[in-house]
């Protein structure tokens, strides 16, 4: 049961104009691409069935080729994102429908909890492209796409979720999301779409017919915008598929009626303004003076006019669309009324009474609908993946409140490691502000060690001991740290130590920005120092790239190996176009084989969703390394081991603020896995003993009371145990 449609549905009542598209089409191959471009539309969101396939198919339909691969070289693959309610959606938990379809058109699909037109599947799709409008050369602009399906109900309604969201974002732009209805089937459907298609096109020709615009309410009274120069004037030039045989066949009775109707009547016009009559105002002539009507000359089978462009035409076999809203020069009629009720609201109760069962056979009932709300197990997408590739550059202020709350949403659900150390942080903000003396030892992850030690007049030294350290030195470490502690770092470290950074009081900046600068960089020396070996591999894949000539082999630099662990490494390998990190963790117990397992895997197939689509290319590999480090690797296969490796494209470390974040998450990974897998046990055991403690109590709850009974004797006294 598609309950989000049946709300807007209900919705239409208030506000009518949710239904109503933006731009009418008989097929996709009439919409003029490139002035939807030129038109400042950078993205479009499709409809599967009987839009680009046919129902419950995976494959395009080939009449639909040619605009297909045109509007894929106008808008680019990326930009073009399905969303059906059939594949990616709650009918398809596994998600093969949806691999199927991604892979054969060539285009993502979102998959989704919350079917169209649903408040959560909208906000899936305005964060999927608010992220990739972000990294655009147009993020200036304000977000504008199209949505095209052919219901109004769950496409059209879409569309204005849509905006209303992006609304919050842009308050003074206007037609941010606009709907594309087409009117041409591909395939035939069950019989509740067919009679549930009647009832809107029913109900579409009335809103269009009064002059309800898009997303407007019932007193809203204006010509819908015109879109004419988005259609074309002539068909596209390809050999028009023929009719069903059914329909070639019937041909001969269809003409046969209509000569009845035309010499009966007077003209079809008069069957359609006595069939309307009932639900408007509009005069109807008498039969005396339909009789003296004359007869309109025959129009040319490509110049009925479509309803919002004066552009666009139809092919003879092509299915007519509603009439074109009222303009200026012809104003709207006025709606009638029964009982005080506008009469088109009464059609539209009807059309609810008929979907609602209509709904409730084809879903679950009703009752067992409530039963899951109340036990938590409908699901409405509120987690947000995380995606892997680091954040893209500041965005514009107008951008600023959506990332926010992207952020909140992925705070609020996720435990992301910090790459700084919070000690080093507090010790040194506490000690800036008031000096004194402090000593202090503590570790890291992998291993790390630090000693902080200061007397009360100073200075302060903070010393650092890593495992890889001769690797790092050979990786350029020392220049850039140099670089950027400069006079902070002593040219002698301290004994046991690979660096030390001093600190004099008197020369620490004062309290500000520049201070808060100072403690974040010391806050942050293991992972400065563990960056060297990635910026000497980015910079190789920048040089690989300019030198790289087509035709040739191509070229790889020096493989970077990091043994920062005992039994644990991590290899870094740049080419011409991408750079390769493999790193490698040990399993010490059978429970965390599992578990890292299970997590390595979601790893590499999350990357299949649309809204992290950008991020880094993720592989596992169990027991063997990869070919590109095999050699390198000191232990043989071994099942306590697994292997995960991260391929980097040069957009997630071109700009300066993305190659901080990524060279950061790759760190921590390792951390961030094991870390996760030790709390997942720990709330596997907390539940366990929760759930034993809870049937020692219904075991004790069952156990029978043995009350003693009294013996007596024949004379009526009773026996007592000394």
């Known amino acids: 049961m598609n309950t989000p449609g049946l709300v807007a549905v209900a919705q239409a009542f208030v506000r009518p104009g949710v239904l109503v598209p933006h731009l009418q089409v008989a097929s996709l191959r009439q919409i003029d691409w490139r002035q939807v471009h030129a038109a400042g539309v950078r993205y479009i969101v499709y409809d599967k069935d009987n839009c680009l396939t046919r129902p419950h198919q995976d494959t395009l339909v080939p009449a639909l080729e040619a605009t297909w691969d045109e509007c894929k070289a106008v808008f680019g693959e990326e930009n073009l994102l399905i969303v059906s309610n059939s594949a990616g959606s709650s009918q398809d938990p596994t998600g093969l429908a949806a691999e199927q379809v991604s892979s054969k058109l060539g285009v993502p699909i979102l998959c989704h909890a919350v079917k169209k037109p649903g408040r959560a599947c909208a906000q899936q799709v305005v964060d999927y492209l608010a992220s990739q409008h972000l990294r655009s050369a147009d993020a200036e602009q304000p977000l504008r796409l199209l949505v095209v399906g052919d219901r109004i109900t769950t496409d059209m309604a879409f569309s204005y979720r849509i905006a209303s969201l992006l609304r919050r974002t842009y308050p003074h732009e206007r037609d941010l999301c606009m709907g594309v209805l087409t009117h041409e089937l591909w395939g035939r459907e069950k019989l509740s779409t067919r009679v549930m298609r009647m009832l809107e096109n029913t109900v579409l020709r009335q809103l269009v017919r009064v002059g309800i615009p898009p997303g407007g309410t019932w007193s809203a009274r204006a010509p819908a915008p015109a879109y004419g120069a988005w259609v074309r004037s002539a068909p596209p030039a390809h050999a028009e598929p023929l009719p069903p045989r059914k329909a070639r066949m019937l041909a001969p009775l269809v003409d046969a009626w209509r000569v009845v109707v035309r010499e009966t009547f007077g003209s079809v016009q008069r069957v359609r303004e006595l069939t309307w009559s009932v639900f408007t105002n509009a005069p109807t002539r008498t039969w005396r003076s339909t009789w003296r009507t004359p007869k309109r000359p025959p129009r040319a089978p490509w110049t009925r006019s479509m309803s919002t462009s004066a ?149 302060l030294t903070l010393s650092m001991d890593i495992r890889c350290w001769p690797e790092l030195v050979q990786y350029g470490v020392q220049d850039n740290l140099r670089a950027l502690y400069g006079t902070w770092m002593r040219a002698e470290p301290e004994a046991d130590f690979r660096i030390t950074l001093q600190f004099d009081y008197a020369s620490v900046p004062p309290a500000g920005p520049e201070r808060d600068a100072l403690i974040q960089a010391a806050a942050l020396l293991k992972r400065h120092a563990m960056a060297a070996p990635f910026e000497r591999a980015f910079a190789q894949q920048a040089e690989l790239e300019r030198t790289f000539e087509p035709g040739t082999a191509p070229p790889t630099g020096d493989l970077l190996p990091l043994h920062y662990r005992a039994d644990e490494a991590m290899f870094v390998l740049p080419a011409h176009d991408r750079v390769t990190v493999v790193i490698s963790t040990r ?44 050699h390198l690797v000191s232990r043989g296969a071994t099942d306590d081991t697994g292997y995960v490796t991260f391929v980097l494209f040069p957009r997630h470390f071109s700009h300066p603020d993305v190659r901080f974040s990524t060279i950061s998450h790759i760190q921590l990974f390792r951390d961030y896995l094991h870390y996760h897998i030790k709390c997942s046990k720990a709330y596997m055991h907390s539940r366990m003993r929760s759930r034993v403690s809870e049937f020692l109590k219904v075991l004790n709850r069952a156990k029978p009371e043995h009350a003693e009974k009294e013996r007596k004797t024949a004379s009526g006294r009773t026996f007592r145990r000394a």
Request: charged share 25%; proline share 10%.
């Open 311 to 459: 552009c666009a035409r139809r092919a003879p076999h092509e299915k007519p669309v509603p009439r074109r809203a009222p303009t200026a020069e012809a104003p709207p009629r006025a709606a009638s009324t029964w009982l005080g009720v506008p009469r088109i609201r009464w059609l539209m109760a009807l059309v609810t009474l008929i979907l609602l069962p209509l709904g409730f056979m084809g879903g679950m009932k009703l009752s067992e609908l409530v039963e899951r709300w109340r036990i938590g197990d409908l699901s409405h997408e509120g987690e947000v993946r995380v995606d892997a590739a680091p954040p893209a550059p500041a965005p514009e202020p107008e951008m600023e409140e959506t990332q926010l709350q992207l952020r909140k949403k992925i705070a609020s659900t996720m435990i992301l490691l910090g790459a700084e150390n919070t000690i080093i942080r507090d010790v040194l903000t506490s000690k800036f502000a008031s000096p004194g003396a402090v000593d202090q030892m503590f570790t890291d992850f992998d291993g790390v060690a630090y000693h902080l030690e200061s007397t009360k007049e100073g200075p």
């Open 587 to 630: 399993f010490e117990e059978e429970t965390d084989r599992i578990f890292g397992k299970v997590f390595l895997q979601e790893f590499v197939d999350a990357r299949r969703q649309p809204s992290i689509q950008n991020a880094p290319q993720v592989l596992y590999s169990n027991r063997e390394p990869p070919l590109e480090v095999r």
